[in-house]
């Protein structure tokens, strides 16, 4: 499986972004796609995910609210449209999916998101 991420830049507080990240490769044993963020001098935190079974999500509670994550199964592409950005909401956004039975993690390349106030 491999992932390109893009969707990222510059967006004033208040403004939105959305991120895709394009699955290929394998595809066919995702259990899980996801977002995930790491900013300055903090540990890479998980911002949402979708499992594909039954299209439940979980939020970070920092974005819930303003962030929604997506997935369109023909495109096999991953979404997170982000609206009412912070500047706390600065970070290198990556994208992640879980496949088959023992959770193998594959993550894209980060695509920076950054908010000014």
Request: include cysteine; charge should be neutral.
């Amino acid at each position: 499986v491999q992932l390109q991420a893009s969707g990222g830049g510059l967006a004033q507080a208040g403004g939105s972004l959305r991120l895709s990240c394009a699955v290929s490769g394998n595809t066919f044993n995702i259990n899980a796609m996801g977002w995930y963020r790491q900013r300055p001098g903090i540990q890479r935190e998980l911002v949402a995910i979708i499992r594909t079974g039954d299209d439940r999500s979980n939020y970070a509670d920092s974005v819930k609210g303003r962030f929604t994550i997506s997935r369109d199964n023909a495109k096999a592409t991953v979404y997170l449209q982000m609206n009412d950005l912070k500047p706390e909401d600065t970070a290198v956004y990556y994208c992640n999916v879980e496949t088959g039975s023992w959770g193998d993690q594959t993550w894209g390349q980060g695509t920076q998101v950054t908010v000014s106030s």
